[in-house]
T-cell receptor
């Protein structure tokens, strides 16, 4: 099946620092999604990207849909303690009905 | 409030028993999904259903079964054939429109006694 490589696997940063994580794929996706998951909870959608080259912001979060349609990145600016969690990228297949998830990036923020 | 409700939050099963996890949504979504998440890993698709009375196997369907008798409900049964059932199970739903994101419930953690 399709594979999504997400990096880094984990990050430990100081409060106030900016964060960047990315996903790459061997296959093309029509839609890229970024989710955040808190411990013991379900993933919550942060940003959805629908067009190659698209750059979308949601508060301190910015994500881009790579021009080749095989990659995406998520940036978090001025991190705060509540940013702690696991961030997942996910790509929707051509039929638009099946998600493939990356392995997640665990973010830890030191106050 | 509209949303996806999974129950119970925690579930314990004896070896050799079947157990059913509930997923209900009041978002009027046509498509529903079940995922399995193991510690430190991403989500893997077990089954999905795009319309009532129809469902398809995902990547790891062996040892699981589902039904979709109502639009708002998509229960997952973990059978005794699933040899390693301990995991966090997540249900999701989406509209039937092309390329619409999936929204998740809060999960059920299944453990073997």
């Amino acid at each position: 099946g399709q594979q999504l490589n997400q990096s880094p696997q984990s990050m430990f940063i100081q409060e106030g620092e900016d964060v960047s994580m990315n996903c790459t794929s061997s296959s093309i996706f029509n839609t890229w999604l970024w989710y955040k998951q808190d411990p013991g909870e379900g993933p919550v959608l942060l940003i959805a990207l629908y067009k190659a080259g698209e750059l979308t912001s949601n508060g301190r979060l910015t994500a881009q849909f790579g021009i080749t349609r095989k990659d995406s990145f998520l940036n978090i600016s001025a991190s705060i303690p509540s940013d702690v969690g696991i961030y997942f990228c996910a790509g929707l297949n051509n039929a638009g009905n099946m998600l493939t998830f990356g392995g997640g990036t665990r973010l830890m923020v030191k106050p | 409030d509209g949303g996806i409700t999974q129950s119970p939050k925690y579930l314990f099963r004896k070896e050799g028993q079947n157990v059913t996890l509930s997923c209900e949504q009041n978002l009027n979504h046509d498509a529903m999904y079940w995922y399995r998440q193991d510690p430190g890993q991403g989500l893997r698709l077990i089954y999905y259903s795009q319309i009532v009375n129809d469902f398809q196997k995902g990547d790891i369907a062996e040892g699981y079964s589902v039904s979709r008798e109502k639009k708002e409900s998509f229960p997952l049964t973990v059978t005794s054939a699933q040899k390693n059932p301990t995991a966090f199970y997540l249900c999701a739903s989406s509209t039937d429109s092309y390329n619409q994101p999936q929204h998740f419930g809060d999960g059920t953690r299944l453990s073997i006694l």
